[in-house]
């Protein structure tokens, strides 16, 4: 998988912090809210908000992982 930040900004005492990721040619968007912190890095925070994060992403990839995948009625098994 692949992670991008598509946001990272103030809201209140908190960071917005936006993930793109990416596995398998799809995509998918998701952001977390971290409370700020006097001393926090960045890198900090973005740690947090994926560790926030991690249990939907691994639900999108383990729910998408056979989108687009085709098919063989005849052998009851994807066409790899």
Known sequence: ????IK???TEGDSKRVGFM???G???????KL???VDGKTDES???DALAAAKSE????????AVVG???????NSFIE
């Open 1 to 4: 998988m692949e992670y991008e």
């Open 7 to 9: 946001n990272f900004e």
């Open 21 to 23: 990721v990416t596995s």
């Open 25 to 31: 040619g799809k995509q998918l968007a998701i952001d």
């Open 34 to 36: 971290v409370t700020i």
């Open 45 to 47: 925070y973005v740690q």
């Open 57 to 64: 992403i691994d639900e999108w990839a383990a729910a998408s």
């Open 69 to 75: 995948k085709k098919w063989d009625a005849d052998k």
